[in-house]
């Protein structure tokens, strides 16, 4: 597994956020079990996933600025992209799933707001390798595109899974280049970070340049949202 560069790199950030729990099928620090529950009915690959224990969950408690808090967040996703790459091809791989759960309030930033540069930058930089990247807001019930409802999440949250080629695309609509590159997604074992620099303000400068021309508007978890622009 190539090493990406935002482990190596000092991090000025770091301790913005404050590990709770690491990595657990059954975590203590959040009730996700009815939810999940709930959630099987909506995603086909949930209930073995759980069945085989391959869904995780990882959760960390916001202890910095929102800009800080924003840098961590994308730090964890390689974390977990990193971890989950190798594990993908392997039996089953395309059953595990891990998440990384946001607890905490940080003045004048709603998570919505602090996981959407993350979320945009990441599913960006490992989409071409097939690696995909979710997002859910704790209690934002929502809807599917045929109108039925979705569950309100307990916390928020960021799955980290293999990308589902015949299905993830479709939901990405709103940013064609990006449905392509999922949909031909294939890992040779790249480093990601090869032509990307690894300070989060660069990399958010770089994920800027990738927005859409307008911005989609839209409620559904599975839709493809940007951030806002700033500046």
């Not at 086909?44 to 995780?56: E, F, G, V, Y």
């Not at 990601?192 to 303000?201: A, G, L």
Request: hydrophobic share 40%.
């Amino acid at each position: 597994m190539t090493t990406p560069h935002t482990t190596a790199a000092s991090r000025p950030t770091a301790g913005a956020l404050r590990l709770v729990e690491a990595s657990a099928i059954r975590p203590t620090a959040v009730d996700i079990s009815d939810y999940m529950q709930q959630m099987t009915a909506h995603c086909p690959h949930l209930a073995p996933s759980l069945r085989q224990n391959m869904t995780t969950w990882t959760v960390y408690r916001a202890e910095g600025d929102a800009e800080a808090v924003e840098a961590e967040l994308f730090h964890a996703g390689v974390q977990a992209a990193e971890w989950l790459r190798p594990l993908l091809n392997r039996p089953h791989g395309f059953l595990r799933c891990e998440n990384i759960v946001l607890l905490g309030e940080i003045p004048g930033a709603r998570h919505r707001e602090l996981m959407a540069w993350p979320h945009w930058a990441l599913k960006n930089l490992y989409g071409p390798v097939g690696v995909m990247f979710g997002k859910f807001h704790a209690g934002e019930e929502e809807a599917t595109e045929t109108g039925a409802r979705i569950p309100a999440a307990p916390a928020s949250f960021l799955p980290v899974r293999a990308a589902i080629r015949r299905r993830d695309p479709h939901f990405l609509r709103a940013t064609p280049e990006l449905a392509a590159a999922l949909a031909a997604a294939k890992d040779d074992g790249r480093d990601v970070f090869e032509h990307i620099p690894p300070q989060w303000k660069e990399i958010r400068t770089w994920a800027g340049r990738l927005l859409p021309p307008a911005k989609p508007s839209t409620s559904s978890p599975h839709k493809s949202v940007s951030p806002p622009r700033r500046g």
